[in-house]
């Protein structure tokens, strides 16, 4: 008999008829055949309702107090979905995070899964029993209650479902599948049949909140199909599966992160190390940090500039105020007033001018590009938050999102051609019996033979980086990494970008051309560079991967010149001397996590 989770979010169990609804269609499931298992989530707003409480009774409520208070939203609703079920005649029982065994780390608030025990839900599911499960809490070692962060009954969902080898995960939400963008913010965003794990996951990292991004790696991971549909009809909703819906769009969906932070460390010692010591501070404190640009170092100092989500600010200073001193540097700068607006598809890996088509948009819509990083499958831009919707709407336009792409497939399709091996070819279990959310890279390599350009004084207006990209993209110049950031110096911004070696001579030409355009004050370049990729899932939420790699870097004495990061790559440039052993020693430090991707 096959088994299906299905879980439902907070507004489709927000009253008695939601909770009745939802108790119905796991009945109905439960007649079709199926075994059962239900994950819910608190009760509409709830889960904010208790943060603000322990907001009013204490100003820094201990994290684990504010775990336990908020795993109690989800206790109330498992309960009453069990007597709903039980109401209408049929068998449930409900269960906390411990009950189900969903053994955590002990990092509250941002708990990582390490196992479940399915024993008792196997049992309970023999007995004929639907079995309603709290999500988004689990327990650590020592029985402390923990949360998996906001979202997190996507990935407890997720995580059921491959350790009970379910057939299919079904999320029922409060819209009716995954959109081109979020539909409330976009009232023309289109629904999409079919979207991939890796497009998935960086969409929700990168802001959209329809899946929580961790519960994607799971379901990469033990190749889980995903079913996003209503819980307010019986419609077909969004699939997530391994396939794309189209070969050729280059981009599959816009994401905006409203509210974003950007942090300055100022005359950071340009000598190896110190970015090591600057970002393990606050990976320290499990703070995902995004959009790393670190400025090419002049006068023997260099500023580093991220961003961090906006909530995270104050502790991510607080974390830099404390090891300042020891790294030397000479000021922390931030402006938290800036939105995080991306573009992402795998198809854009290989076609050009996806890039200088966002830029130009952006500029269209007179929008002031702060920052960019861009990865194989994403592009990320930081604007004014004052900006942010007219850019995202200018993207997702300029792109076409609101259009199905010509050869789009439906799941139908997809799943007709997949033939009968291809899901055991993508099977591969890496059920660890400790570890389920442990990091899984698939390889590392290294690709020689890059140059870098950087232009200083990028004038701070709107046009500028489409004007650069478009010029060099009409010379056929394929541009792999974009870096802009923010230049301590004046409030310009530089950028820079990687080229094959071999294109070095004539993009110093469009470069020189460029800088007299706009009067810019420099550009240096540089040759013989290597790109060391990491590869794997959930690198951006893993925080120790950019440790780990500056650490090494640095104990060989090799500076990281541009860093581009995705929940799929970290790619990383440095100088070609001793790239090789660079390579050797991230082989040998991440070889755990190589073992566990094979
Ligand atoms: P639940 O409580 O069911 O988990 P969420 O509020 O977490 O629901 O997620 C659903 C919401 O996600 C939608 O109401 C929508 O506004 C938002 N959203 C953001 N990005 C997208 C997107 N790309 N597609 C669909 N919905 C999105
Ligand atoms: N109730 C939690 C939250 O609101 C978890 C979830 O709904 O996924 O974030
Ligand atoms: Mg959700």
Redesign the pocket.
Known sequence: MSLIVQK?????VADVEKIRAAARKAIRAQKQGHRVVMVV?AMGKNTDLLLKLAGDVSQSPPAREMDMLLSTGEQVSVALVAMAIDDLGSKAVSLTGGQIGMKTDDSFSKARIQSISTERIERLLDDGNIVVAAGFQGIDDDLNITTLGR?G??TTAVALASVLGASACE?????D????????LLPE?RRVDVISYDEMLE?ASL????MHNRSIEFAKKFNVPIHVRS?FSDAEGTMIVAETESKTAPVC?A?MTPNEARVTVLGVPDVPGKSLQVFSAIAEKKIAVDMVVQNVGRKGRADISFTVRQDDLKLTLAALDKVLPAIGADAVTFDDQVSKVSVVGVNMADQTNVASTMFRALADANVNIQMITTSEIKISTLVPRAEAGAALRAVHEVFRLHEKPADAKSWDQIRAERGETADLDTLVSRLQDDALEALTLTGISLTKHQARVTLYGVPDEPGIAADMFETIGQAKIFVDMIVQGYDGEDGSTSVSFTVDESDLKQSLEVAVAIREKHGMRDIQDGSDIAKITVSGIGLRSHTHVATVLFKQLADLGINIEMIGTSELQVNAVISATNSDKALERLSAAFAASLEAGR
């Open positions: 439902f979010g907070g507004t489709s989530s979202g009954s996507d999320i029922y939400t409060d819209v599948g995954v959109y081109t963008t979020d539909p409330r965003a969409l802001g959209a909140g329809v819980s969906g994401a």
